[in-house]
């Protein structure tokens, strides 16, 4: 079992991918929904698509972000699950795409857009 929640090591978590300085936008709303979409999906599991109380809560706390922080709660899914399950939320909870995602860095397309 992971000892430290992952909403406490989300913020490193997406430096490490995205760069140090990658949430400087962040204003006093983005920092707490983005840690709490972080527990929900923690929550969820990979049991998503079974529990729509959750997708919903999920899709608010996103929502609660300015929509070009945003991009960051799609990307800490992958902290919680695995890659493919951002996308795969993200349609599930009916929100629109992003701009401007970016790669992780260890994300398995980083690999493709290195080489």
């Not at 079974?50 to 991009?71: F, G, N, S, T």
């Amino acid at each position: 079992m992971k000892t430290k929640p992952y909403a406490a090591s989300v913020f490193t978590w997406l430096g490490e991918n995205l760069g140090k300085r990658c949430m400087a936008g962040f204003c006093s709303n983005d920092g707490p929904a983005l840690q709490a979409a972080v527990h929900i999906v923690a929550l969820m599991g990979y049991e998503y698509p079974r529990h729509p109380e959750l997708v919903a809560a999920w899709k608010a706390c996103v929502e609660m972000m300015q929509p070009d922080m945003q991009r960051f709660a799609f990307h800490a899914t992958a902290h919680v699950l695995d890659w493919n399950d951002r996308a795969k939320l993200w349609d599930l909870a009916g929100l629109p795409f992003p701009e401007g995602l970016g790669v992780c860095a260890y994300e398995p397309r980083a690999r493709a857009v290195i080489a």
